[in-house]
């Protein structure tokens, strides 16, 4: 079976992912910034701000799946984590680059992260496909750059897939964590789209992203159900029976409180999931409510 390499396997998808691929027979190597003894699979290291590398970590790989990044809620966007939530993603995907350049390593695919975020924080009507324009915002431009990098591993001949994820729904954290509060409301007006993919979904997709040769390009990783966060959070709250209070999160605060992070959860786009069905993937949760009765 051929070993797959996953930078930020250590993370929410990760982890799930690495999960997948043991079980299906795939041998699986992690490429991390820390060792942890705990972690059965075989970890390497790499630095990206030294921008050094374990080049053992390649030995014997056939596919890459690139999935580090500097969680982009997690902290307010002080100059300084814009400055990181960038860099780990551009940075370390020249370093990967430039290392499977340098060891000539022969992989069949790399297979990498990039998110709905690249059309911009907006809500609209327009339903977003790969084709489409990046937007033009914080996030629109890290995507655009993030994707031009992993881009450059079409020029070693290496079949290359970015998938352009929505909201990862996982039981393990996230988004749903978040939004599972003791009163679920809605955020700002509602209205923004949430686009969304349950994790099996998602690590299927990166499954077949290595095993399935005419998989090349960009591929929105959304389920095909267009819904607002209104009506996310009022079917979240129906599964995990909590009061729904609408509105009970308004823009001006949550502005005051998260600074530019803030439209990253006030806005949401329609994505379409069109193109990843075209390749006959079957996706096992396109409703929402039977993915959120299957997490919670
Ligand atoms: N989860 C979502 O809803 C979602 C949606 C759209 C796109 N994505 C993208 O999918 C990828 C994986 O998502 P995830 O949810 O699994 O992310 P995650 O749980 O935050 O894990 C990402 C991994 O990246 C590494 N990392 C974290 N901070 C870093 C930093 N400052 N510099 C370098 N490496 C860093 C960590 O690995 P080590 O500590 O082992 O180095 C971490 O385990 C990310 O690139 C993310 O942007 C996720």
Known sequence: MDTILISGGTGLIGRRLSYLLK????????????SNPK?????????????????????????????????????RWTRKRKNEILT??????????????????????????SATGYYGSTTRDKIFKETNEPGND?????CELWEKAINQFEQLKIRTAIL??????????????KMT??????????????????????????????????????????????????SFSKVLSKIVKRPFIPFLAPKILLKLALGEMSSIILNGNRVSAEKIKQTGFKFKFE???????DLL
Request: aromatic fraction near 10%; hydrophobic fraction near 40%; glycine fraction near 8%.
């Open 181 to 230: 509060t003791p009163i679920i409301t809605s955020i700002g007006n509602g209205k923004q789209f949430m686009p969304w993919i349950h994790i099996d979904d998602l690590c299927e997709l990166y499954i077949k992203g290595i095993e399935d040769h005419k998989f090349q390009g960009v591929y929105n990783a959304v389920s095909s159900e267009h819904i607002t966060n209104f």
């Open 39 to 75: 972690n059965s699979l075989p970890t390497f290291l790499w630095n990206i701000d030294q921008y050094s590398i374990d080049d053992s970590a390649f030995n014997g790989v056939n596919h890459i799946i690139h999935l580090t990044g500097a969680g982009v809620a997690n902290k």
């Open 287 to 293: 409703n929402l409510n039977n993915a959120l009765k």
């Open 164 to 177: 352009r994820t929505g909201i990862v729904l996982s039981k393990e954290g996230g988004a749903l964590e």
């Open 23 to 34: 079980s299906k027979g795939y041998k699986v190597h992690l490429l991390s910034r820390k």
């Open 88 to 113: 780990s993603r551009v940075d370390s995907t020249n370093l990967l680059y430039d290392t499977i350049k340098r060891l000539k390593v022969p992989l069949k695919s790399f297979v990498a992260a």
């Open 138 to 142: 914080f996030l629109s431009n890290v």
